[in-house]
């Protein structure tokens, strides 16, 4: 019997080849788009989950009270990290780390600038990043220590054993390798080619021994180790107050943990609660993978039921030989189960095809594991699934027929029969309108904010990380920079002008004792404005002619608007206990978040390292300038490779999650729409096949090629608009609800649901049209020949 429902099963795929084409693409295609859209969500669900102990692993964060809300962030006191070890006793271990940077690693004639974390003695230990050489328990012991990544050690030391040797940091500290770690995958929040100490650093950084008893600096990483997962609310309760116990009362805060496996998905924080972050695109792409499958699978259901009566004798006469209900059930189910398979297999295969362009799109490297126990269950469940969701509705419709009636012919497809095929056509071009809708919006969301005025201008900007031997010579480097005509101007400061790396505290006259603003906090020195191109609204920059500038601040126009004062300029403010006299006020700079309003801002005098911008001259070509440039910085920064960016690309990548959102979209909303027309081109074509009487009927009475085509192209023209009737306010609902996460937001227009549901009623009447047109031309006397 087996062998007979196959035979069955592959003479009807062979016997309508048109039909068969469209249900396997279509399928395939879906299938395709599902399994490189879930490739993606695997990964970033995935992210951290190679870690042993990941459920078990937490931050330290703050929640404080100030600006009218309660604002959370990661960067702690370091006095936490002693503090931590007593403080519950389902702590099993606390280990505190530096925020990673670049760093020159250099061994005999090979120098390379790598990504680097000062991490203290537990943190392998904790985090149990795999080891090929070493003990984490002592790995990280010896102050003098260093632990390679695999790929690292391969760079510098090639075929050599580096177990043992001394490699050089910034041209300064001498580390003996210690250990060798497996590179770290793409998916960690930690990324890193080496590990240093953090006793080396407090043994070349004063700074941050000062700061071992000091509770008002917030620079640091504390992570904990829980003894049980069960564990956190009792340690989020014994851990809350320490602040304040510790001289922390000025504002209300308090310290909690953020679980490691929530860091990638969910990193935002709204009002001191986690509001979404990553989870959010692996949702909507998820439910974006369910709609594409969903709408292959209306495919094959409205194909297989429009078909029924060319089966219905068939369906018969296996009825009249004995054939049950149940059997005529299982065989048109397997039926929908081998086409299904066929198309999974020809979807992987596509799959595998497209993989590489798709990870240039997507900037990971992605791969169908397919030795995975995960892969195939995946696979299971989507033939399964799709193959009986697709194929239950015409199984039990078929498998219906009486036996009388159809072996007489009697059997006609009345409006209770289209019915559902006009209602899943309808879900259809619902899914495929929800999908063009947002991808719209998404589109005006991101030219919203790359149109938004910066107040700098970053064109021909770039920045080079500041050294100790650049600072050494900065005043000369800096000089000869501007001699040579290649630059416009040269500054140095605490951050990048696409980033902010420090906030603040600051008081003026007036100000309530019980407000709380947090200021960005740019620590420069002179021509910082006019690097950048920021415009100074009143007052004036620093500058070399009042030497009490060292002692002057520069507010932000959201700084002055917060402090309401008239008249500013030689208004002293409070700044860590001192007063400082403001002499300028600058445009708002769009520093952090595009999306967010800029936050009040001081500028102050000092040398907190950082960066060095250049602005290169606009009278002579960029690539002249930068070799330049690069001799400049070859001759007072031998020691390092010039590595430098453009602030325009580095500004770019502030987009990325949202730029690949937009573009997987706009690729899946035109699938979508494909897959739709694939299905609607064979419903089309069965249609006018099952009028070819009437419509040669019509003819002969009369009727014009024009008014058939009207005549058969109405209904699908209804049932698109139906769609656009029903998918507009869902369409809005959850636009309105995605934008919700953006302080700018573009509107809703109204006009892109008309224009949506237009493109979607072109496409549908150009492809219903063309299958009318066909049996519009159609000579009636062949039509009505057996008649």
């Known amino acids: 019997m087996v062998r007979n429902y196959f035979l069955v099963t592959v003479r009807n795929l062979v016997k309508n080849r048109l039909y068969s084409f469209i249900n396997i693409a279509g399928l395939a295609v879906g299938i395709c788009c599902s399994i490189l859209i879930l490739l993606w969500v695997d990964n970033e669900i995935h992210y951290d989950r190679f870690l042993p102990k990941v459920d078990r692993l937490e931050q330290v964060y703050v929640n404080a009270e100030f600006n009218g809300k309660i604002n959370s962030w990661r960067s702690v006191p370091l006095p936490t990290y002693e503090a931590m070890k007593s403080a519950d006793s389902h702590i099993a271990r606390v280990c505190v780390t530096g925020w990673g940077s670049d760093r020159l690693v250099a061994y005999k004639n090979t120098r390379i600038i790598k990504r680097s974390y000062y991490v203290s003695e537990e943190f392998l230990e904790m985090f149990e990043f795999p080891l090929i050489n070493g003990e984490a328990a002592s790995v990280l012991d010896d102050p003098t220590s260093i632990v390679l990544t695999e790929s690292l050690a391969k760079s510098l030391f090639g075929e050599e054993d580096p177990m043992g040797k001394f490699v050089k940091i910034e041209d300064r500290s001498l580390l003996k390798v210690t250990g060798i770690l497996k590179d770290i995958p793409e998916n960690s929040s930690f990324q890193f080619d080496y590990l240093m100490t953090w006793k080396h650093r407090e043994s070349i950084n004063p700074w941050v021994v000062e700061n071992k008893d000091n509770w008002g600096n917030y620079s640091f990483q504390i992570f904990l180790e829980l003894t049980d997962p069960a564990a956190l609310g009792m340690v989020n309760s014994s851990i809350k107050d320490i602040l304040l116990e510790n001289g922390q009362d000025d504002i209300p805060r308090e310290f909690f943990l953020h679980p490691m496996e929530k860091w990638h998905l969910q990193s935002n924080f709204e009002n001191g609660v986690i509001k979404g972050g990553m989870i959010d695109y692996v949702q909507l792409f998820t439910v974006i993978a369910l709609f594409i499958l969903i709408i292959a699978c209306i495919n094959f259901m409205n194909l297989a039921t429009a078909r029924s009566e060319r089966r219905a004798r068939e369906v018969g006469i296996r009825r009249s ?50 030795l995975s126990g995960r892969f195939w269950g995946f696979s299971l469940a989507v033939v399964l699934i799709t193959g009986l969701i697709a194929g239950s509705y015409p199984a039990f419709y078929l498998s219906s027929f009486r036996p009388v009636k159809t072996l007489k012919g009697d059997i006609h497809i009345g409006r209770s029969a289209t019915t559902p095929r006009k209602i899943l056509v309808v879900l259809q071009f619902g899914f ?12 005006q969301q991101i030219n919203l904010i ?9 064109s021909r900007l770039i920045t080079i990380q500041l050294t100790d031997e650049i600072t050494k010579h900065y005043e000369v480097l800096k000089q000869e920079l501007l001699n040579s005509g290649a630059v416009e101007s040269v500054n140095r400061s605490n951050s990048a002008i696409t980033s902010i790396n420090s906030n603040n505290f600051l008081g003026w006259p007036g100000k309530p004792e019980d407000l709380k603003v947090i200021f960005t906090t740019i620590v420069t020195e002179y021509d910082y404005t006019k690097t950048m191109g920021i415009k100074v609204l009143q007052g004036r920059d620093f500058s070399r002619d009042f030497k009490s500038d060292s002692s002057a601040i520069i507010i932000n126009k959201a700084a002055l608007d917060l402090m309401g004062l008239e008249n500013p300029i030689g208004t002293e403010l409070d700044l860590w206990g001192d007063k400082r006299k403001l002499i300028g006020v600058v445009d708002n700079v769009v520093m952090g978040s595009p999306y967010r309003e800029v936050k009040p801002m001081f500028i102050i005098m000092d040398d907190w390292g950082g960066v060095v911008t250049v602005m290169l001259s606009k009278n002579r070509d960029i690539h002249t300038s930068l070799a330049k440039v690069k001799s400049f910085f070859n001759t007072y920064n031998s020691a390092y490779p010039f590595e430098y960016s453009f602030v325009d690309q580095d500004y770019e990548k502030k987009f990325t999650t949202i730029n690949l959102a937009s573009r997987l979209a706009s690729i899946f909303a035109i699938l979508a729409l494909i897959i739709t027309g694939l299905g609607l081109f064979g419903l089309a074509a069965y249609t006018a096949e099952q009028r070819t009487k009437e419509i040669g009927i019509r003819k002969v009475l009369g009727a014009s090629v024009t008014s058939l085509i009207a005549l058969m192209s109405k209904e699908y023209s209804r049932m698109v608009l139906m769609s656009f009737v029903v998918a507009s306010p869902v369409g809005w609902w959850l636009l309105d609800r995605y934008l919700e996460r953006y302080q700018i937001r573009t509107p809703i227009y109204w006009w892109v649901f008309p224009l949506t549901g237009l493109v979607a009623l072109l496409f549908a009447s150009l492809i219903a049209s063309q299958q009318a047109r066909r049996a519009a031309l159609t000579n009636p006397v062949d039509s009505l020949r057996n008649e």
Do not use: C, W
Request: hydrophobic share 55%; charged share 15%.
């Open 321 to 370: 030989v004995g054939s049950s209900k149940s059997e005529l059930v299982i065989q048109f189910l397997g039926e929908s189960l081998f086409t299904t398979l066929l198309a999974f297999v020809i979807a992987v295969l596509m799959a595998q095809l497209v993989l590489p362009l798709y990870n240039e799109l997507v900037d990971k490297t992605l791969e169908i594991n397919y």
């Open 432 to 443: 495929a309108i929800l999908l063009m809708v947002g991808t719209v919006i998404i589109f």
């Open 450 to 458: 790359k149109d938004r005025q910066l107040g700098y201008n970053k």
